[in-house]
């Protein structure tokens, strides 16, 4: 089922890509777009590798150049190992992301009965999501993926030491990734009150474990001290690529506030739509994020007999709980700088999200936002082909 799935959305982007070629007017506001000819593929494929793609083939060629620190070694890396086998690199960028999807969905499903969640629903969210389609294009999207759910799905079956490998190796992907120890601590600590109690015993026993999100960004901060003299080179050179973002801590409300301004000021062009879209995905999905956790406390607080979700052992619903927290702060972390760009990205990783609709009582509905996404999906993936910038 998961194959099937897979092989008719990547036909139907490839499909898509040719068509956007055809009918959207063409951007291409991103640097080095020229370079994509030198890979000898047809432009509707090479297009794959648009914005950021471009720089992860060239940190992958030929090593960091100034400023590409921003972008977080390991995809590059497997790029480059993949390509003394495939030897075009674009190809070979391809081949890591798309292959590592679909192992990723593979475990993704293993892990959703662990949980007790059986239905196709989450998987219809999941990839029907307006930008689903970065998880096989030259994005570090389907790679962090399978080394995320790779971490959950050990965690959930004991073996630490697994778990502990793939959540080192999904902090050298994206920086997200420290924040495993989160459903880590939960997953172990299922004793209501005993939290500090649980911490303290389980450090000792599983050091690694906790330690191991860590180890990925540590090393990357090692290489980053030796080779440019600042450890936080990842962070300081984001204002160079530019969605303004800024080094300094700026709170939701602020980032709100400029948002809001931009509605009511700024033309209606492109950059005014998108503004909206972001500002909306972070606001729909936060407050999805918000009911997901009020069911989820009620059940461990509260646990009245009419609440869906009781069947579940209590150390699922902790493992929920875990899930639920990462995923409010894969969302809220990125707006710290002072942007909501690229928040519809960043919004797939915040995992509660899929599962909570994936429970809406209503098929109706469900059926509707999964149509809604999909359209989306469709549109947006057209304007990256096409090189307009949507996350």
Known sequence: MVFAIFAISRIAFFVASFIAQKTVPYLGFFPYKELLVEYNIPSWVSAFANFDGIHYLLIAKQGYSQWEQAFFPLYSVLIRIVSFIISNYLVAALFVSNVSFVIGLIFFNKLLKIWGIKTSWPFLFFLSFPTAFFFGIVYTEGLFFMLFVLSLYFLQKKNYWLAGIFAAFSSATRLIGIFLVIPFFFSLC??????????????????????????????????????????????????????????????????????????????????????????????????????????????????????????????????????????????????????????????????????????????????????????????????????????
Request: with cysteine.
């Open 190 to 391: 299922t004793k209501e009150g005993l939290f500090i109690k649980c911490f303290v015993m389980y450090i000792k026993r599983y050091i690694f474990l906790f330690l191991s999100p860590f180890i990925g960004l540590f090393s990357y901060m090692f290489y980053l001290w030796l080779t440019t003299g600042d450890p936080f080179f990842f962070f300081n050179s984001q204002p160079i690529f530019g969605a303004n973002r800024s080094t300094h801590l700026i709170l939701p409300p602020q980032v709100y506030y400029r948002y809001i301004k931009i509605l009511f000021v700024a033309t209606h062009d492109f950059q005014w739509y998108l503004s909206l879209f972001e500002m909306s995905v972070f606001s729909f999905v936060s407050i999805i994020l918000l009911l997901d956790l009020k069911r989820i406390l009620s059940l461990i607080f509260i646990r009245p007999a009419n609440l869906r979700g009781l069947q579940r052992p209590i150390k699922t619903v902790y493992s929920l709980l875990g899930l639920n927290i990462f995923s409010f702060i894969n969302i809220i972390l990125p707006t710290l700088t002072g942007t909501f760009s690229s928040i519809p990205r960043y919004a797939l990783f915040s995992v509660s999200f899929f599962l909570y609709l994936a429970e809406l009582r209503s098929k109706k509905v469900k059926i509707g936002l999964i149509v809604i996404f999909i359209t989306l999906q469709i549109m947006l993936f057209s304007l990256f082909i096409q090189g307009y910038f949507v996350g």
